[in-house]
């Protein structure tokens, strides 16, 4: 009873209370990190090769279609794109969040070491 009395008394006391407590939740709101979604780093691996002076094309038909080739099977791996550019080639996998990236870092450097006939500048 009380309460209802001071408030019913001091009805500007009681709007400043609700003013400051929407203000201070306004400052609350705007300084209090909110994470919807927790980070995820993407676990990636990507090959890059370089072959100085030579054509998308070249690059595609002697590096790039190899490369997939052998890298198409990994176990864990949700997608593989390559992309050829003039000098270079990226080929990127994209693995399941809950693979072990050493092991898959493994897997990929043993099945690259199986490819055999690259250019002689190709690095």
Same mark, same amino acid.
């Given at each position: ?5 001071? $408030? ?46 030579? $054509? ?20 864990? $791996? ?10 270079? $080639? ?34």
């Amino acid at each position: 009873m009380d309460i209802i009395r001071a $408030s019913i008394e001091r009805p500007i006391a009681v709007v400043a209370a609700i003013f400051m407590t929407i203000v201070l939740g306004f400052i609350a709101l705007e300084r209090i990190p909110i994470q919807l979604a927790p980070d995820v780093n993407k676990p990636v691996i990507t090959v890059t090769t370089y072959w100085g002076g030579a $054509s998308p094309y070249e690059i595609e038909r002697e590096i790039v279609n190899r490369q997939e080739e052998v890298l198409k099977g990994i176990e864990g $791996s949700k997608r593989l794109t390559a992309k050829a550019q003039e000098g270079r $080639s990226v080929v990127t996998i994209e693995f399941d969040t809950d693979i072990n990236m050493d092991r898959a870092l493994l897997l990929v450097s043993n099945r690259l070491n199986q490819i055999e006939g690259y250019p002689e500048d190709a690095g």
